[in-house]
């Protein structure tokens, strides 16, 4: 969370100045703020400095208000600054999906964070007149297409009302402060139980019961310990079920309130800002992802038959991510209407592809028995979960070679192993083990658990399993990934910095003809602006990776 925090300040700084900056780290660092606290606290701005970061920051909608006792607080949503690290990924995916026109429009609402109907057709209209050519273009008619365009964004899910997405990321918010709340409060009690141990203290019996289960595990193997554990063992994955959280209800109530607010007719009055709706522009890219795996995993036609079957569930839903069950004459009869010519099929093929997918490892389809005619459901948890296993394997096989891997994915597999064991299946020397496990550890990508055989606690009479905690390696892979994209904003900071005479000659030189840069100068520029463009390009590939590893999904069972 930290840098995260400092990855959003100075994406801040780069993007809307250093006023913006100190008033959202004020909120980073203190939570909710009104207008006085920021007077009181930032003594170098004035009121009317403060006034225009605050409409700025809410205009591009990561810092929203609320009122409490006829009081009005500021408080910011960091992760709405990390996804404008994504928002070229969404101008490139309208762009593909409804030609220059969708590009425009994306371009003109990313730019200003939010924005009625009349900017949005003021703003088009004028690039589409700069870039045809003002005798050329027919005002009128491209008013029409960008109504209609707008439409249909809007009927897709690509851009939603902009009090529609504060409230989601009020409810986010209010998600992640109780996780994070709970993880607390059990590392707290660990820390606890752990300095007791240390001292030398008995555990408190709590009951006879739990008295009982302890004088069992004195004679219970560590091959046996498994299902005992994963009884004894507070997962994140616990407390949501605790919590009563379901993504699939979520889904279908998001799905219920869109209809609530929108119906068949989209409201397009001038009072109603619009914005991008970076979930559903998730939801794309996560398809994506889905359709290269089956490529990659099959073939062509596998990827074009995925393909279609996540068109056809958002013809019943708003939402991929539905469990839709769907019969084989209905999925092969939408196929053939909208398969390219030359990935036609004849049923028996079509069925055979469908066996080939279902009967996958990774289960790609889902079939579910009827009584009368089978049933199948896209499988995209299943898919996902393998994309997000396979990303953070290929990442730790990059840091700390092919023998660190091998014994993190069998911990995956086996869930609780003894260094022993580890070393026997990973067919790895006991030292080399036990160094590559310390590694792991120290990194936090690993955890050591420590079951003792009686009641007091003895080194000597106790079992050390090794386990990964699957959600916490996945934040700390997404921290670390976030500091990258720190330090690489920091290096452009830096050559912007250390060239800054450079850059402002260039730029009065291209204002006025009287100014020129010498052959040396327009050398040294354009190798800053390629080395800037490289810097930025990785930023976005590394967020390719924050994605992945923010998929809803779990680790494989298998």
Not at 228 to 242: A, F, G, H, K, S
Not at 541 to 548: E, H, N
Request: hydrophobic letters at 35%.
């Amino acid at each position: 969370a930290t840098f995260q925090n400092r990855f959003v300040l100075e994406t801040l700084e780069q993007h809307f100045g250093k006023v913006v900056r100190q008033v959202c780290e004020l909120m980073i660092t203190h939570g909710r703020q009104t207008k006085k606290d920021f007077v009181d606290h930032l003594n170098l701005l004035n009121e009317d400095q403060i006034k225009e970061a605050l409409l700025t920051s809410i205009h591009h909608n990561f810092v929203y208000f609320e009122v409490d006792n006829k009081q009005c607080y500021y408080l910011i949503a960091p992760s709405v600054v990390v996804l404008r690290a994504r928002i070229p990924k969404c101008v490139q995916l309208i762009r593909d999906k409804y030609s220059e026109q969708g590009e425009f429009i994306m371009s003109v609402i990313c730019s200003q964070g939010r924005a009625n109907m009349k900017t949005i057709v003021n703003e088009v209209n004028a690039i589409q007149r700069e870039y045809i050519g003002a005798h050329l273009y027919n005002t009128e008619q491209g008013t029409e297409n960008i109504f209609k365009l707008v439409n249909v964004l809007i009927q897709k899910g690509y851009l939603m009302s902009v009090t529609s997405f504060i409230e989601s990321v009020k409810k986010n918010k209010t998600e992640i402060d109780e996780k994070r709340a709970y993880t607390a409060e059990t590392q707290n009690a660990s820390k606890l139980s752990e300095r007791f141990r240390q001292r030398g203290k008995k555990r408190r019996v709590v009951s006879s019961g739990a008295a009982n289960k302890r004088r069992k595990l004195s004679s219970v193997s560590a091959l046996d310990l498994h299902k005992r554990i994963n009884e004894q063992t507070v997962d994140m994955d616990d407390y949501e079920e605790v919590r009563g959280y379901n993504q699939e209800d979520e889904t279908y109530m998001m799905e219920e309130e869109t209809e609530q607010i929108y119906g068949d007719h989209i409201n397009l009055d001038e009072e109603v800002f619009w914005c991008v709706n970076f979930e559903r522009f998730n939801r794309e890219f996560c398809k994506k992802l889905c359709i290269d795996f089956t490529i990659e995993k099959v073939d062509v036609i596998a990827g074009s038959i995925v393909e279609l079957l996540f068109e056809l569930v958002e013809t019943k839903t708003s939402s991929q991510y539905s469990k839709i069950q769907l019969e084989e004459h209905e999925m092969y009869d939408f196929y053939e209407q909208n398969a390219n010519q030359g990935n036609s099929l004849t049923p028996d093929t079509y069925h055979s592809y469908l066996d080939l997918l279902v009967n996958d490892r990774e289960k790609i389809i889902l079939r579910y028995k009827g009584k009368d005619v089978d049933k199948y459901v896209l499988n995209t948890d299943g898919i996902n979960s393998t994309i997000k296993e396979k990303t953070v394997e290929s990442i730790i096989k990059e840091k700390f070679g092919l023998e660190s891997m091998r014994i993190f994915r069998l911990l995956i597999m086996k869930k609780y192993l003894e260094q022993g064991q580890i070393s026997e299946l990973a067919m790895i020397s006991p030292k080399d083990a036990r160094d590559r496990l310390y590694e792991l550890l120290e990194r936090n990508y690993i955890h050591l658990q420590e079951i003792p055989r009686s009641s007091a606690y003895q080194p000597t009479r106790t079992f050390y399993l090794w386990t990964v905690r699957w959600e916490h390696t996945c934040q700390v892979l997404y921290e670390e990934v976030i500091k990258i994209m720190y330090n690489i904003l920091l290096r452009i900071k830096h050559e912007l910095s250390v060239h800054e005479d450079l850059i402002q000659k260039h730029n009065e030189a291209e204002n006025h003809d009287v100014i020129q840069l010498s052959e040396y100068e327009e050398r040294k520029f354009e190798k800053i602006q390629k080395l800037q463009q490289r810097m930025l390009n990785c930023i976005h590939k590394l967020d390719d990776t924050l994605m992945i590893l923010e998929l809803p999904t779990e680790v494989s069972e298998s």
